[in-house]
């Protein structure tokens, strides 16, 4: 059976986020979506998490909602700790005692970066800052709580046409830079891979629809891995993405001209929290399980920019 035919409900949080946003807009035809903001559901509130659970006994949880302010964070550990562990904890033991699946959404800021070489999903976590250790524990209340019906996707550098993001903070710096004849400083030594919102909603969408059906078919043994890793393919530095987001960007006419891109280390750019070296997360077990290819992440920038550029 496909997802086509088969209705699913499916409660997402975050409905106001860059991949919340995403997954509205490409939310399959056969889902019954409750998309909650903050107002319908606040994450910090652990009732609210309980009740909504209750209220709409949801086949699914998409827990795309979360405390994204890394630097921040190390100001307000206990908020961060209550949105990302406390909430999706609340809700998965509102799903655990009335059935449904938990599509738990985390980051590769849980690894130290130390390793030089990509992350594999079983690989034991060790976050650098407040933000990476509320999801590492967000990862843990989840899976606890729910077994094999808890589902953790982990993916990196995310961006897309709306909400916050690194793409759009570039394009506006490579137009202000160009006004005042300045470059633009950009950390070269952090590698990851950008992870583009509409590649990472098709992949949850993928998620749900495979380990949907395999609850329907009644399959004894998990198919799906418990902790999944998703981003685009391929490996860039902040430094080479600024660079082709400038390129692209040109090439797109969305900007006249990119800024001169200079690259410095992240001890020219001190921030509050400290960020992973070198955080490729390896997908192809990901890949295989969701039978989706990653898109390398230029090919990706490409289609985001071409949004932006027809918008
Ligand atoms: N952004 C990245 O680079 C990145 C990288 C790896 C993993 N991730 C993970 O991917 C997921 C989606 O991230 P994103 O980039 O879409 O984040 P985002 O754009 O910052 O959106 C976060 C969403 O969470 C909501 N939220 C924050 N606090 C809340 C609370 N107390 N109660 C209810 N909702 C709350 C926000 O609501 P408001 O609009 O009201 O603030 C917003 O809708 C998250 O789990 C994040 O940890 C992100």
Redesign the pocket.
Same mark, same amino acid.
């Given at each position: 059976m496909s997802l086509i035919d088969m209705p699913v409900l499916v409660l997402l949080?975050? +409905? $106001?986020?860059?991949?919340?946003q995403e997954l509205i807009r490409s939310c399959p035809a056969n889902v019954e979506l409750v998309a909650c903001?903050?107002s319908k559901?606040?994450?910090?509130d652990a009732d609210a998490c309980k009740t909504i659970v209750e209220t709409y006994r949801p086949d699914w949880v998409l827990n795309?909602?979360?405390?994204?302010a890394v630097d921040r964070a190390e100001q307000e550990p206990w908020l961060a700790n209550v949105?990302n562990a406390d909430g999706p904890q609340a809700l998965a033991l509102a799903l655990a005692r009335h059935g449904g699946q938990m599509l738990q959404? +985390? $980051?590769?800021f849980v690894f130290d970066g130390q390793q030089g070489s990509p992350y594999q999903p079983h690989q034991p976590v060790a976050p650098l800052g407040v933000y990476g250790a509320s999801?590492a524990a967000g990862e843990v209340q989840v899976q606890r709580a729910l077994g094999d019906r808890a589902h953790v996707l982990r993916?990196?550098?995310?961006y897309g046409p709306l909400?916050?993001?690194f793409l759009l903070t570039m394009l506006r710096l490579h137009q202000a830079k160009v006004a005042e004849e300045e470059p633009l400083a950009v950390v070269a030594d952090q590698v990851g891979c950008p992870t583009s919102t509409l590649n990472l909603a098709a992949a949850c969408w993928r998620l749900i629809q495979r380990a949907s059906q395999e609850q329907d078919a009644a399959i004894q043994e998990q198919q799906q891995p418990s902790i999944l890793h998703w981003s685009d393919a391929g490996a860039a530095s902040c430094y080479d993405f600024a660079v082709a987001i400038g390129e692209l960007a040109v090439a797109a006419g969305l900007l006249q001209q990119a800024a001169v891109v200079k690259p410095i280390t992240t001890a020219d750019y001190p921030t509050p929290a400290r960020r992973p070296s070198y955080s490729l997360l390896a997908c192809s077990a990901s890949s295989a399980a969701l039978g989706l290819e990653p898109q390398h992440w230029r090919e990706a920038l490409k289609d985001v920019i071409a949004i932006l550029a027809s918008a």
């Open positions: 949080t975050g +409905s $106001t986020g860059q991949l919340g903001d903050r559901l606040n994450l910090s795309a909602g979360a405390y994204t949105v959404l +985390s $980051t590769d999801k993916t990196s550098w995310v909400g916050s993001n």
